[in-house]
């Protein structure tokens, strides 16, 4: 019993909740503070303006295979990016839930360059909700990002999901709106210092951190704390040639731990 009340008051903040189901394994090990260095195929998801960033084609899957512990609100992602001469393409899918409740999307994106120091993007999600025994609703989110480069070493991003304050329900209620805009800092080689604001529609804002740091070749170790809510997170991510694996371990406070996986293949040979 006290597992279902927990569901669903998960269930619950899910519904309004973008921040907490973001894709990337770096990401969540970041507690997704690199808003300023979206540079693989999961900012079509968190900053499409971060596409121009990807040279090449990236076929990307992150999976959270029992948030909380509970199996019923796994999350999987894919994505794949699409180099042209007219900028960067992608595409990607998202299923979140259980056979009860659901959540299911279609990101169409697209980002391009401007000048040497600029990149900015926006992506199309066809955001669908269905709820056992209520039926199913959808809406169209509209997403934009930017990124800037303000030095060698400084970097300042920002993203705004659901810009477009989409409505889904019988009521029309408005799906929360997600701003996050925060600076990237490479001090010395290997090292990278992050720091985002994100705010949320109903929710107080949350200063995220994060800190990277590549000791060996291949290997790159992660650690970030998100303010609100309270939510420790730490990783490692093994690259590899064209291949990235990356592994993120997330303790909230009162829902305990939760453990996410995601890979990365740079397909460059299919570069257009």
């Given at each position: 019993?006290?597992?279902?009340?927990?569901?669903?008051?998960?269930?619950?903040?899910?519904?309004?909740?973008?921040?907490?189901?973001?894709?990337g394994?770096?990401?969540?090990?970041?507690?997704h503070?690199?808003?300023?260095?979206?540079?693989?195929?999961?900012?079509?998801?968190?900053?499409?303006?971060?596409?121009?960033n990807?040279?090449?084609?990236?076929?990307?899957?992150?999976?959270?295979?029992?948030?909380f512990?509970?199996?019923?609100?796994?999350?999987?992602?894919?994505?794949?990016?699409?180099?042209?001469?007219?900028?960067?393409?992608?595409?990607?899918?998202?299923?979140?839930?259980?056979?009860l409740?659901?959540?299911?999307?279609?990101?169409?994106?697209?980002?391009?360059?401007?000048?040497?120091?600029?990149y900015?993007?926006?992506?199309?999600?066809?955001?669908?909700v269905?709820?056992e025994?209520?039926g199913?609703?959808?809406?169209?989110?509209?997403n934009?990002?930017?990124i800037?480069?303000?030095?060698?070493?400084?970097?300042?991003?920002?993203?705004?999901?659901?810009a477009?304050?989409?409505?889904?329900?019988?009521n029309?209620?408005?799906?929360?709106?997600?701003?996050?805009?925060?600076?990237?800092?490479?001090?010395?080689?290997?090292?990278?210092?992050?720091?985002a604001?994100?705010?949320?529609?109903?929710?107080?804002?949350?200063?995220n951190?994060g800190?990277?740091y590549?000791?060996?070749?291949?290997?790159?170790?992660?650690?970030?704390?998100?303010?609100?809510?309270a939510?420790?997170?730490?990783?490692?991510a093994?690259?590899?040639?064209?291949?990235?694996?990356?592994?993120?371990?997330?303790?909230?406070?009162?829902?305990?731990?939760?453990?996410?996986?995601?890979?990365i293949?740079?397909i460059?040979?299919l570069?257009l």
């Open positions: 019993m006290e597992k279902i009340f927990c569901l669903l008051g998960v269930i619950c903040i899910s519904c309004i909740s973008f921040a907490q189901i973001l894709p394994g770096r990401q969540v090990a970041l507690s503070s690199d808003i300023a260095k979206s540079d693989n195929v999961f900012c079509i998801f968190n900053n499409p303006g971060g596409l121009a990807v040279q090449s084609v990236e076929v990307g899957a992150y999976f959270s295979p029992s948030p512990g509970l199996d019923e609100l796994q999350t999987t992602y894919l994505g794949c990016t699409v180099p042209t001469s007219y900028g960067i393409g992608g595409i990607g899918f998202m299923h979140y839930g259980y056979e409740f659901s959540v299911n999307e279609i990101h169409l994106a697209f980002g391009r360059k401007y000048g040497s120091n600029f900015y993007g926006a992506s199309l999600n066809y955001h669908q269905h709820i025994n209520y199913s609703d959808a809406a169209f989110l509209l934009l990002g930017f800037s480069v303000l030095s060698e070493d400084i970097s300042w991003g920002a993203s705004i999901i659901n477009n304050q989409g409505k889904i329900g019988a029309s209620d408005l799906l929360p709106s997600l701003f996050t805009t925060g600076f990237s800092w490479n001090p010395f080689n290997n090292c990278f210092l992050f720091l604001l994100q705010k949320e529609t109903g929710n107080h804002p949350s200063i951190i800190y990277s590549a000791p060996i070749e291949y290997i790159t170790l992660m650690s970030g704390y998100s303010a609100n809510p939510i420790y997170s730490a990783g490692l093994v690259t590899y040639k064209s291949t990235e694996f990356d592994y993120a371990l997330t303790h909230h406070g009162e829902l305990g731990y939760s453990h996410q996986i995601s890979l293949l740079n460059s040979s570069s």
